[in-house]
């Protein structure tokens, strides 16, 4: 065990001890679903390229209305 300011830490093992954040016996990463978390941000990045592209779009029909307008004149 190591004293820090931050309590005693426990870096020889993984059982769960103090420092090994989940409060119970095991590895930090035993609860990760890799394949979860890749379509979780495979569908975050679609919807911010769909945003990006509706944002595209209006600006593209905005400018074509003030040109239509201006060419009315």
Known sequence: MK???FGELNFDSNDG??????GGGGAWDD???VDEIDQVLKAQKQQERAE????RLLEHE???????KVAGD
Do not use: S, V
């Open 3 to 5: 004293a820090t300011e």
């Open 17 to 22: 001890g103090a420092g090994a954040g989940n």
């Open 31 to 33: 609860e990760l679903n």
């Open 52 to 55: 990006r592209q509706k944002q």
């Open 62 to 68: 905005k400018r074509h209305h003030q040109k239509k």
